[in-house]
């Protein structure tokens, strides 16, 4: 963890997008046992435990935001699959994206259902999270160090 933590704070982001990275993976190692029960049902025929430790890592952060709720979930999963397809196989991406696309579902179901016609806005949203303003509501990139 303190490896991850370093690579983030070495990283050349801006600091809001930093502090961001910080929090979301504080938030996906602190509710991880939550976030590979939801993934292991939805992780046909895989056990978690065999998956790539990228792969299962990718999904872990990806679930746990996807159970916050601040970013739009097609973002999640797009982030996803760019790291997926960035640091892991070939056929990575495509099965973190079938996963995630069932765990949103999962996640969106539980959400309370709103009735009535949508409230427009009486002022203008606040930004989701920190690193909105700088990177558009997107984790910020991380390239591989090599």
Not at 45 to 57: E, F, G, I, K, Q
Request: net charge neutral; hydrophobic share 40%; charged share 25%.
């Amino acid at each position: 963890m303190d490896l991850v933590r370093q690579f983030l704070d070495d990283s050349k982001e801006q600091p809001p997008a930093i502090a961001a990275a910080h929090k979301l993976l504080a938030e996906a190692y602190a509710r991880r046992s939550d976030c590979d029960e939801l993934l292991a049902r939805h992780a046909k025929h895989w056990d978690l435990s065999r998956l790539a430790l990228v792969d299962r890592n990718i999904l872990r952060l990806a679930a746990s935001e996807l159970r916050i709720g601040q970013t739009p979930p097609k973002v999640v999963i797009t982030e996803a699959i760019q790291l997926a397809r960035e640091f892991s196989t070939s056929e990575s991406p495509r099965f973190v994206n079938g996963v995630l696309d069932a765990v949103m579902r999962e996640v969106q179901a539980a959400l309370p259902q709103r009735t009535g016609p949508p409230q427009e806005p009486t002022e203008p949203p606040a930004s989701p999270n920190p690193q909105s303003a700088q990177t558009g509501g997107r984790m910020p990139e991380i390239r591989n160090p090599q």
